[in-house]
């Protein structure tokens, strides 16, 4: 079993920058993926940032070039790098973990940017 507790999100201005964090436990060895969804009211849960692999990032278009995401193994985080934030980015921030070909979720992060 992986637990994910997510952390990191508020309140900030366009233009502005957060950086979300995904702490693991449990059973965290032999993890094939690990990525960040977004879920915005009345809209489906998308895809924003992947690592299907150690050194493979995969973007959506809406956020290429502005979000980055990458992991510290020493401490079993993932983060979520947003820079440049527009009001559009607005919505729950789900960290996602793939092992043995299951989809473990936390519980989310609000991100809310302010024109």
């Known amino acids: 079993q992986v637990q994910l507790v997510e952390s990191g999100g508020g309140l900030v201005q366009a233009g502005g920058s957060l950086r979300l964090s995904c702490a693991a436990s449990?059973?965290?060895?032999?993890?094939?993926?690990m990525n960040w969804y977004r879920q915005a009211p009345g809209k489906q849960r998308e895809l924003v940032a992947a690592?299907?692999?150690?050194?493979?990032?995969n973007y959506a278009d809406s956020v290429k070039g502005r979000f980055t995401i990458s992991r510290d193994n020493a401490k079993n985080t993932v983060y979520l790098q947003m820079n440049s934030l527009k009001p559009e980015d607005t919505a729950v921030y789900y960290c996602?973990?793939?092992?043995?070909?299951?989809?473990?979720w936390g519980r989310g992060t609000q991100v809310t940017v302010s024109s």
């Open positions: 449990g059973s965290i060895f032999n993890i094939n993926a």
């Open positions: 996602n973990v793939v092992k043995s070909w299951y989809n473990y």
């Open positions: 690592m299907p692999t150690v050194g493979s990032t």
